[in-house]
C-alpha cells in the first residue's frame, strides 16, 4: 500500500513564504516522479511544480523564480519552498506521486490529502 503524505501550508502574508512536505512510502513502492497540484475556488487543478527521479524539475511560468522543489532522496520526501507569495497563490496544494509497485511496471498516481495555501494581500 502507497501513502502520500503532505505538511506544510498555511497562512502568509503578501512577499511571504512557506514551504510544504510530501512524503510518499510504500514498501514495493519505486518512484518516477513527484510534485505538486493545486486547485483554486473556481479554477481548474494546476501543475505547480514536478521532479522526477533523475532530477529533472518542471514549474508552471507563474511560480518560475518564486518556487523551488527539491528533495530527499534517503526519505522519499519531497519540498516545495515557496518564495515572494502572492494572493493569486492562494488553493488547495496536492502532492502527488508517480511509480510502480515492484515487480509490476504499471506507473500509478498516489495523491495525498491538500494543504491550504492562503495568501493574505
Partial sequence: ???????????VQTGGS????????????????MG?????PGKQRELVASITSGGRRNYADSVKGRFAISRDNANN??????????PED???YYC?????LTPMTVTVRYWGQG???TVSS
Wanted: hydrophobic content about 40%; overall charge positive.
Fill in 1 to 11: 500500500q502507497v501513502q502520500v503524505v503532505e505538511s506544510g501550508g498555511g497562512l
Fill in 18 to 33: 512557506l514551504r510544504l512536505s510530501c512524503a510518499a512510502s510504500g514498501s514495493r513502492f519505486s518512484i518516477n516522479a
Fill in 36 to 40: 505538486w497540484y493545486r486547485q483554486a
Fill in 77 to 86: 520526501t519531497k519540498y516545495l519552498q515557496m518564495n515572494s507569495l502572492k
Fill in 90 to 92: 492562494t488553493a488547495v
Fill in 96 to 100: 502527488y506521486a508517480d511509480g510502480n
Fill in 115 to 117: 494543504t491550504q495555501v
